[in-house]
Antibody
Framework: QVTLRESGPALVKPTQTLTLTCTFS??????????VTWVRQPPGQALEWLGL???????RYNTSLRTRLSISGDTSKNQVVLTMTNMGPADTGTYFC?????????????????WGQGTMVTVSS | DIQMTQSPSSLSASVGDRVTITCQAS??????LNWYQQKPGKAPKLLIY???ILETGVPSRFSGSGSGTDFTFTINSLQPEDVASYYC?????????FGQGTNLRIK
C-alpha cells in the first residue's frame, strides 16, 4: 500500500524558513522513473504545483518560487524535505506531497495518483 | 510555462444532470492531463489520467476526453456525493500547472 504523510510546523513567522517533511511508504525513490512532488493550496484557492525531486536526485521547481524553494531526499529514510525561505502571509496554506511514476521503457506516466493528507501552515507573527 | 484555463469557475446542477467542465492548455500537452475531485479539508483525489483513463475504483459516471490543447470532463447523472471542487492539471513538462478549479453545487 502506497502512503505519504506530510509533517512540519503549523505556524511560522514572517521571514522565517519553512521545513516540511514528506514520509512515504510502499515505493522507493531509488526506483528508475520515480519522483516525489509538492503542491500547496492557500485557503479557498486553487492548487499550486511547487516542485519535485526524482530518482536521480534531480530537482525541478515552480518558476515563480525557484529562488526560495529547495527539495531534497533521504532515500534511506523514505523522506523528502521541502525548504522554503523568507515565508510571508501569502505562503499560508495546506501543503501536500504526492508521487509521479515514469516508465522509462514504455514512456507511460502515472502522476499524482496518491497524495498525503496535507499539512496546514500559517504564516503570522 | 503551460497555462491551464478551466471553465466554468462554478456550476450548479440538479441530481441526475449531466455536467461538463472544460480545460484548455496554452500549448499542446498531448494526452498528459489529470482530473481531480477535492472535497473540503481533503487532498485531491485522482479521477482521470492520460485525459481519458478512469482511475481504478472511480465510478463510471465520470469520464474525460480530449488531446492536444482542449479537454473535457463529464459527470453523467450527477449524484449528491459529487459536490466538490474539480481541477485539471497537465503533466507534460514542468511546471505541472493546475487549472483554477470548478466549484460544483447541487441545485
Amino acid at each position: 500500500q502506497v502512503t505519504l504523510r506530510e509533517s512540519g510546523p503549523a505556524l511560522v513567522k514572517p521571514t522565517q524558513t519553512l521545513t516540511l517533511t514528506c514520509t512515504f511508504s510502499g515505493f522507493s525513490l531509488n526506483t528508475l522513473g520515480m519522483c516525489v512532488t509538492w503542491v500547496r493550496q492557500p485557503p479557498g484557492q486553487a492548487l499550486e504545483w511547487l516542485g519535485l525531486i526524482d530518482w536521480g536526485a534531480d530537482t525541478r521547481y515552480n518558476t515563480s518560487l525557484r529562488t526560495r524553494l529547495s527539495i531534497s531526499g533521504d532515500t534511506s529514510k523514505n523522506q523528502v524535505v521541502l525548504t522554503m525561505t523568507n515565508m510571508g502571509p501569502a505562503d499560508t496554506g495546506t501543503y501536500f506531497c504526492s508521487r509521479i511514476q515514469k516508465d522509462a521503457s514504455s514512456g507511460n506516466v502515472k502522476a499524482f495518483d496518491v497524495w498525503g493528507q496535507g499539512t496546514m501552515v500559517t504564516v503570522s507573527s | 510555462d503551460i497555462q491551464m484555463t478551466q471553465s466554468p469557475s462554478s456550476l450548479s446542477a440538479s441530481v441526475g444532470d449531466r455536467v461538463t467542465i472544460t480545460c484548455q492548455a496554452s500549448r499542446d500537452i498531448n494526452k498528459y492531463l489529470n482530473w481531480y475531485q477535492q472535497k473540503p479539508g481533503k487532498a485531491p483525489k485522482l479521477l482521470i489520467y492520460d485525459a481519458s483513463i478512469l482511475e481504478t475504483g472511480v465510478p463510471s459516471r465520470f469520464s474525460g476526453s480530449g488531446s492536444g490543447t482542449d479537454f473535457t470532463f463529464t459527470i453523467n447523472s450527477l449524484q449528491p456525493e459529487d459536490v466538490a471542487s474539480y481541477y485539471c492539471q497537465h503533466y507534460d513538462n514542468v511546471p505541472y500547472n493546475f487549472g483554477q478549479g470548478t466549484n460544483l453545487r447541487i441545485k
